[in-house]
Each structure stands twice: as structure tokens, then as C-alpha cells.
């Protein structure tokens, strides 16, 4: 066993584990925080997304012992640090995840919007060229990414006060109004 300290979602820990343990072990198994998904467990789907130290490493990849003395967010903890930073309800992700349609199955989710947050922290307005790599590690099933996509760039415009896009839910509807009319 080793006794490992670290600060989880802006609260210190200290914990122990096996020396052999990945971060993804210890975050859902050993302290119960179960939004960080267990997918492939080889580095390949990205489900298993943390923040350690603001940058995103796939938890089932990075041994627990290398979280010693850093600082690891999981999706548990993006809407603490929103609130904690000044702001209200949801992380902005969060927010505009929900409002584009970008949540289906919900298993990728947490490593997506992770992913997506470390990427707006480092570049407040990326291109759509640098949202898709950012999110090039974390794969869906589900949504074809448009809406994926689509919510990075919403939380985007939201934050530097432009126009936002119309979700591709709500240009599909309006469509079909128009057709049935």
C-alpha cells in the first residue's frame, strides 16, 4: 500500500492504495467518484479524463502514485471551481452540453467536457481546428460529435459575449416546421 496526498476537486486528500493502482482506480474504486468512466482501460477512448494540474491525462494510463502532491479535477469538480471562481450554477461546458443536444448515453461525457474545459482554460477562443483536437482523444458512440462541437463553441461565444450558435437540434426542427408549413 501507499499513502498518497493530493488535492482532489479543490478539497486535500489523503488516501492509500495499491502501489500498482491507476489514478482511474483510485478516484472511482478507493474515494468513490464514480463520474470518471472506465472505458477501454488502455488509453484509447478517453472516458477516464481528469484534469491533473489543469492538464488532461487519461486517468486508466497515469499511475495513482504519479497524483502525489498535484491537483486532479474530475467532472465532479467542474462546477465547485465554476462557482468557486465567481460564477453560478453549472461549469459553462456543463451548460452548453445540455443545451446543444451533446449528451446521449452520457458515458463519454465526463472526459469530453474535461477535456474541453482544460482546452478553454489554456485558449479562452480556440478555433474549431483546436476543439477538435483537444476532443480528438475522448471518443462517442452516440452523437457524431456535431453537437459536441457545437457545445465547445456555444460555452465559447457565451463567455466572449458573441452570438451564439443555434444548436444543429433546434436548425433541424425549425427545418421541418418550415416544411410542414
Known amino acids: 500500500m501507499r499513502i498518497i496526498r493530493l488535492r482532489l476537486n479543490g478539497d486535500e486528500v489523503q488516501t492509500s492504495c495499491p502501489s500498482h493502482w491507476t489514478l482511474l482506480e483510485l478516484v472511482r474504486y478507493q474515494l468513490e467518484l464514480t463520474g470518471t468512466k472506465q472505458g477501454c482501460d488502455k488509453g484509447d477512448c478517453g472516458a477516464c479524463t481528469v484534469l491533473l494540474d489543469g492538464k488532461p ?7 495513482a502514485a504519479n ?5 486532479v ?3 465532479e469538480g ?3 471551481a465554476h462557482i468557486q471562481a465567481g460564477g453560478t450554477g453549472s461549469d459553462p461546458i456543463q451548460e452548453a452540453f445540455d ?10 461525457q465526463p472526459g469530453m467536457m474535461l477535456s474541453a474545459r482544460a482546452l ?3 485558449k479562452p477562443a480556440p478555433s474549431r481546428e483546436e476543439i477538435h483536437g483537444a476532443l480528438s482523444g475522448n471518443l462517442c458512440r452516440c452523437t457524431g460529435y456535431t453537437q459536441i462541437v457545437q457545445a465547445v463553441e456555444t460555452a465559447i461565444a457565451k463567455a466572449c459575449d458573441k452570438d451564439v450558435p443555434k444548436p ?3 436548425t433541424e426542427l425549425d427545418n421541418l416546421d418550415k416544411e410542414a408549413n
Not at 67 to 71: N, Q
Request: glycine share 8%; aromatic share 6%; hydrophobic share 45%.
Open 120 to 122: 478553454l482554460n489554456e
Open 67 to 71: 497524483a502525489e502532491g498535484k491537483s
Open 78 to 80: 467542474l462546477m465547485p
Open 99 to 108: 443545451e446543444c443536444g451533446a449528451l446521449q448515453c452520457g458515458f463519454c
Open 168 to 170: 444543429a437540434w433546434q
Open 73 to 75: 479535477t474530475t467532472i
Open 57 to 63: 491525462v487519461l486517468a486508466c494510463l497515469t499511475l
